[in-house]
């Protein structure tokens, strides 16, 4: 498959690669044929990550960086030396991620919203300023941000994560806006997309919590499925688009 795959000659940069849904996207991009640059904040776990990857599709191209995100000088700075050292950049996959909530609306923590609003959004708003240019460049350039469903119906406990994803497909939706426009009569050749889950489930969770049904959970591995399949879409198709692999509350 490597090689000659569907992303054979794409480079595609996965923000957030040292989690369990990074991992996934990594081996599962470099087996459709991509050369694939991880980052992280944690270079033990991405090592791991890029090493799994690279072993198990043997022959790609994998790689990692060790990047601060949320610093917007070194997130320019990353995506410059992959487009310097590969040529190119056809995509960026957003997974960073993380989560707090509270038992009710009333207890919700503003310390809560000071974590997410970083991890969740400052990620976002710095991967897309950076990767944006290149991204249009490219002919089947896609920006693919992660989001989940409780952003379009909060519950009570969990109002700073909804909003924080809220915000982050807001900001991701203004730069499809970007690339509807730059794409001018024609359409767009580039596109930001939503791909929105319940939450995520893998196999150490499963293995964890044996008897749990994680009823409309996505797993990570059909998550990476979903984010290469994207690539098989016209831009015009998925641009500006929430891409529901869960049921729409």
């Known amino acids: 498959m490597v090689g000659n795959g569907a992303l054979s000659g794409a480079v595609i940069a996965v923000a957030g690669a040292g989690g369990p849904a990074g991992r996934a996207a990594l081996l599962r991009l470099a087996e459709a044929g991509a050369t694939v640059v991880g980052a992280d904040n944690d270079p033990e ?71 997410l609003e970083l991890l969740l959004i400052r990620t976002v708003q710095h991967t897309s300023l950076a990767f944006h240019e290149a991204l249009q460049r490219s002919e089947r350039g896609r920006y693919l941000l992660i989001s989940a469903a409780g952003a379009s119906k909060p519950t009570a406990g969990n109002a700073a994560y ?34 929105v889950v319940k939450a995520l489930v893998h196999d150490a969770m499963r293995a964890e919590r044996p008897n749990a049904k994680f009823a409309g959970f996505t797993d990570v591995k059909d998550l990476a499925d979903a984010v290469v399949d994207v690539w098989s879409k016209p831009a015009a198709e998925v641009n500006g688009k929430r891409l529901w692999l869960t049921e729409k509350p």
Do not use: C, Q
């Open 162 to 195: 909804a909003a924080a994803k809220a915000a982050a497909e807001a900001w991701t939706l203004a730069m499809a806006d970007y690339f509807r426009k730059a794409g001018g009569p024609e359409g767009p050749t580039s596109a930001a997309a939503i791909l």
């Open 45 to 115: 776990r991405l090592s791991e990550a890029v090493d799994a990857a690279r072993y198990a599709a043997g022959g790609a191209t994998v790689t990692g960086d060790t990047v601060d995100l949320l610093d917007l000088r070194s997130t320019r700075e990353w995506a410059a030396h992959i487009e310097k050292d590969f040529g190119r950049i056809d995509g960026l996959v957003h997974l960073v991620g993380g989560w707090r909530g509270s038992e009710t609306f009333t207890k919700t923590s503003l310390d809560d919203w000071d974590f």
